[in-house]
């Protein structure tokens, strides 16, 4: 049973820790992206990455990091630079250079106290 | 700047009857849209999607047109079924790699 899974599905942290949110994919695609959500917006990209090993900024890259040393796995660290953390951040893979649609996981929500 | 536009963030239609969602974009490099049903606190789940190279795609229910001339494409769906109360998001690629969304539609079926 192919899909996304991001975990976990709710986060809560306290101002000024990093945390870092999980997403892995079992359709072996080589494309992977982090978008984030905020009320009234549309998604917005924050980093993505074509292969392992190789990742691009998005238009909202600041205070964010992520790694890619699997195919499967492409997390996202929001760090204590990021002055607006608590949002509604959704991971999405595609089969490559080539795929024309991109396919999405639950998202998690995190909340920053 | 906001380069796919959904200015209507609501509508609502009776059973039965046509809904028609529309998408506005202005960069006329986006070679590729799509449209993707949304619920709240959930991901995304891809709808239909239409290549610049064409003007309408059918699936089922689900049409899609696109204009490029005026850079707008709209989602039909005929007949509209309580169970398509949802937002509908439209997105549109860039360079085969990069997407951009607009702020989607939220559409109520009414029976």
């Known amino acids: 049973d192919g899909g996304i899974t991001q975990s976990p599905k709710y986060l809560f942290r306290k101002e000024g820790q990093n945390v870092t949110l999980s997403c892995e994919q079992n359709?072996?695609?080589?494309?992977m992206y982090w978008y984030r959500q905020d009320p009234g917006q549309g998604l917005r990209l924050i980093y993505y990455?074509?292969?392992?090993?190789?990742?691009q900024k998005g238009d909202i890259a600041e205070g964010y990091s992520v790694s890619r040393e699997k195919k499967e796995s492409f997390p996202l660290t929001v760090t204590s630079a990021q002055k607006n953390p608590t949002a509604f951040y959704l991971c999405?893979?595609?089969?490559?250079?080539?795929?024309?649609?991109?396919?999405f996981g639950p998202g998690t929500r995190l909340t920053v106290l | 700047d906001q380069q796919v536009k959904q200015n209507s963030p609501s509508l609502s239609v009776q059973e039965g009857r046509i809904s028609i969602l529309n998408c506005d974009y202005t960069?006329?490099?986006?070679?590729?849209f799509l449209w993707y049903k949304k619920y709240p606190a959930e991901g995304p789940t891809f709808l239909i999607s239409?290549?610049?190279?064409?003007d309408k795609n059918e699936d089922g229910r689900f049409t899609v047109f696109l204009n490029k001339s005026a850079k707008h494409l709209s989602l039909h769906i005929v007949p509209s079924q309580p169970g398509d109360s949802a937002v509908y998001v439209c997105?549109?690629?860039?360079?085969?790699?990069?997407?951009?969304f607009g702020t989607g539609t939220s559409l109520t079926v009414i029976p």
């Open positions: 999405a893979s595609k089969v490559g250079s080539g795929g024309n649609e991109q396919f």
């Open positions: 359709l072996n695609h080589d494309a």
């Open positions: 990455s074509q292969i392992v090993n190789d990742f």
């Open positions: 960069n006329s490099m986006f070679d590729y």
């Open positions: 239409i290549s610049s190279i064409k």
């Open positions: 997105a549109a690629r860039y360079t085969g790699n990069q997407f951009y």
